[in-house]
C-alpha cells in the first residue's frame, strides 16, 4: 500500500497569499497518477488537479500541480476567500487508492 | 449534466445490516467505475473500493475487504455500499465518487450519506 504523508499539516494565510501544498508518497506513484481534492466544510471533496498537474473542468489557473514519482506539490497562487478549505492528494496508480491525511488551509 | 445521488442519512444499532445507494444519471453508467470513500467524524478520506458496473467486477482496499460489499444494479444505474453486521466505529459519512474514463481519478462526487451507529 503506498502511503501518502501531506504537509504541513494546517496553514493560516491571508487572501491574496500563495501557499504551495506537499505530498510524499511511499513509494513511485505510477504514470503521475495522482490527484488533489479541495473540501469546503460541509461539502463533498472536488477534483482540482489529476494527473499530477492537469486542471479538472472549470477549475481556475490559479491551482497548480506538479511532481512525479515520489513528490508532489500543489500551488495556489493568490489565495481567494473561498479557497480557504482543506485539500487531500490521492494515488490511484496502484490499489488499493489511498489518500493523504490533508492539509488544511485557514484564514491568518 | 453528471450527478451522482446518494440515500438520506441513517441512524442503526451495532449488529444491524444496512445497504445505501448511489444514483448515477447524466452519462454511460457502464462506461465508468464507482468508488465508495469513507470519512469518519473530523477525519480525512480513506477509500474503501470500487466496482466496474458493467461486469459488477469489485476492488476493495485492506481495511475494508470482508466488512462491506460494494455492489451495483445496471437496470437501474444504481451502485450499493452495504453491510450485513454494523459497529459504532463505522460511523461516518460515505461518498461515492465516479472515477474517469481515460484515468482514474475521482472526477464527480456524491453529496455523501451519513451513517450513525449506535452501540
Known amino acids: 500500500e503506498i502511503v501518502l504523508t501531506q504537509s504541513p499539516g494546517t496553514l493560516s494565510l491571508s487572501p491574496g497569499e500563495r501557499v504551495s501544498l506537499s505530498c510524499w508518497a511511499s513509494?513511485?506513484?505510477?504514470?503521475?497518477?495522482l490527484a488533489w481534492y479541495q473540501q469546503r466544510p460541509g461539502q463533498a471533496p472536488r477534483l482540482l488537479i489529476y494527473g499530477a498537474s492537469r486542471r479538472a473542468t472549470g477549475i481556475p489557473d490559479r491551482f497548480g500541480g506538479s511532481g512525479s514519482g515520489t513528490d508532489f506539490t500543489l500551488i495556489i497562487n493568490r489565495l481567494e476567500p473561498e479557497d480557504f478549505a482543506v485539500y487531500f492528494c490521492q494515488q490511484y496508480g496502484s490499489f488499493p487508492w489511498t489518500f493523504g491525511q490533508g492539509t488544511k488551509v485557514e484564514i491568518k | 449534466e453528471v450527478q451522482l445521488v446518494q440515500s438520506g442519512a441513517e441512524v442503526k444499532k451495532s449488529g444491524e445490516s444496512l445497504r445505501i445507494s448511489c444514483k448515477a444519471s447524466g452519462y454511460t453508467f457502464i462506461s465508468y467505475w464507482i468508488s465508495w470513500v469513507r470519512q469518519m467524524p473530523g477525519k480525512g478520506l480513506e477509500w474503501l473500493g470500487k466496482i466496474d458496473p458493467n461486469e459488477s467486477y469489485t476492488d476493495y482496499s485492506p481495511s475494508s475487504q470482508g466488512h462491506v460489499t460494494i455492489s451495483a444494479d445496471k437496470s437501474i444505474a444504481t451502485v450499493y455500499l452495504q453491510w450485513s453486521s454494523l459497529k459504532a466505529s463505522d460511523t461516518a459519512i460515505y461518498y461515492c465518487?465516479?472515477?474517469?474514463?481515460?484515468?482514474?481519478?475521482?472526477?464527480?462526487w456524491g453529496q455523501g450519506s451519513l451513517v450513525t451507529v449506535s452501540s
Open positions: 465518487a465516479r472515477s474517469g474514463a481515460n484515468s482514474w481519478h475521482l472526477d464527480y
Open positions: 513509494q513511485s506513484v505510477s504514470s503521475s497518477y
